[in-house]
Structure formats: structure tokens, C-alpha cells
């Protein structure tokens, strides 16, 4: 085993990887349930940031249904090379969340998370949840898409073999929500076999959509 971080496989060859294992999933915008909250919500966000953005095809969708500023950090180079050529007007920066130094503070009025988090470094977890804040505006909305579970679990992250490397379940929505500048507005889960909202008991296949609110006063008031 070498001390190579996870971040480092990510940018070195794993996030390529992980691009290249799931080439075949088609994205259908009225499936997505990111988009459908925001309709649901009725909230046009004005700045938008993904952080693991892939190709950019989420972001595309909302720049086309919402008329946003859209912008993605994603440390796949392969990934981020063919969104170029897919989608121009989505602005690119590889990396990670640990590091979004792209950005200045309260940039975005939304950011999403989508299956991120979980394979976070545990040392750079608190400062990728630390740059999210910083570049999300106080009154924006925050989206984390990751795995529903019951309690904590680590377990061995298969596709890195040069390492020791895990996969962290947990719910990150509670991080945000325990600073209480982060105000609980929705939160559902779907199966991860059928894409569908899932009220079973079943942890294991299943993730969650939280959308939280940052408001800096709201617990002082």
C-alpha cells in the first residue's frame, strides 16, 4: 500500500475511471429529481455550482430550463473534455471539493453535491464542507445527493486497489443542519434500483436528496 490520498487517485485515475464505467447512463432532465424540486419549489437559482459535475449534462439542463449561470468542479479530465464539447456554455474547473479556490466567496445561490461526499479524505472532509459554505451566499440553497443509511458505515471502496480506500456513508445534510446555519427544507429518499421514491426500510439500496437552506440568522432569531 502507498500513503497516496483518495483525492490523488481521483485526479490521477479513479474519477477517469469512474467516467468511463458508467458511459452508458442516458440522462433524461424530466427524471431528474434536482430539476423537479426546483420546479416544485418554484425557485429559479441564479448561480449554480456542481460539485462532481461530470460531463456537465445536469448543469446544461438547468442553464436550458432556468437560464442560470452554471459552473462544475469535477476531477475526471476525461469527463470534463467531452463536456466541453457538449456543453460550451458550462464553465469547467477540475478538482475537488476540498479545494474551491476557483471561486470567490458567496458566488452561487445553489450548489449541489451529487455522491460526493462519501469518498471525501475524512482528513479534508470538514474543509470541503468548510469551501461549500464559503462560496455558497448566505439565503441560497444547498442539494446533497448521497447514500440514505441508518448510521455511519465505512467500508473498503472497491475500485481503488493501490490503497486503502473507503466509501463513508453517513448523512452530510447533518453537518450543515448541526451549525444551525443551515435550515432542513426537504429531504427524500429513492431506491437506487428503480430511481423512485423508496419509504422501505431497505439502507442498503437506497440515497437520499436533502435541500437545505443557508441562513445565517434564522436560529438566533
Known sequence: MTSKTQKEA???YEADNYFNRNRGVSYVPEKDVVINLLKEYNYTPQRVLEIGCNTGYRLDAIR????????G???????????????????????TADDLSTFSNAA????????VLYVVDREMLLKSIAETDRVLKDGGSLMIIDFFTERPVR????????????????NYDEIFTATQMYQLLDKRS????????????????KYSITT???????AYK
Open 190 to 205: 429513492l431506491s437506487h434500483i428503480s430511481k423512485n421514491y423508496d419509504a422501505t426500510g431497505d439502507y442498503y439500496n
Open 108 to 115: 452561487f445561490d445553489l450548489i449541489v453535491i451529487g455522491f
Open 155 to 170: 467500508n473498503a471502496y472497491q475500485h481503488i486497489q493501490e490503497m486503502e480506500a473507503y466509501a463513508y456513508k453517513q
Open 73 to 95: 468542479i469535477e476531477p475526471s479530465q476525461e469527463a470534463i473534455d467531452k463536456g466541453k464539447q457538449q456543453y460550451p456554455e458550462v464553465q469547467f474547473v477540475r478538482g
Open 10 to 12: 481521483f485526479l490521477h
Open 64 to 71: 436550458s430550463q432556468f437560464g442560470s449561470f452554471v459552473a
Open 212 to 218: 437545505l437552506r443557508k441562513d445565517l440568522q434564522a
